[in-house]
């Protein structure tokens, strides 16, 4: 898993929201737990946009954002 910061900028404010990428083996797999997840109190969103992702939203205090790859598309990202 991966914790996405964002960097400082002085005298601005920081949005209050936290960033998680998952990375996983079979990203269909993920689907199965839609339920939980909504019962946690995600939005289910899909791919969103974004072919082989899925999607996950919470807000609340402080806003929750759940991306889900799996390792080859993650590579991808991390190496771009």
Known sequence: MCIILE???PNIKAKPVIDIMVEVTNISEVDKFNSEMEQLGY???GEYGIPKRRFLLRVA???LIMFI???KVMKKLLVT
């Open 69 to 71: 790859f799996t390792k």
């Open 43 to 45: 939005e289910v969103m």
């Open 61 to 63: 205090i402080i806003e």
């Open 7 to 9: 960097v400082p900028i």
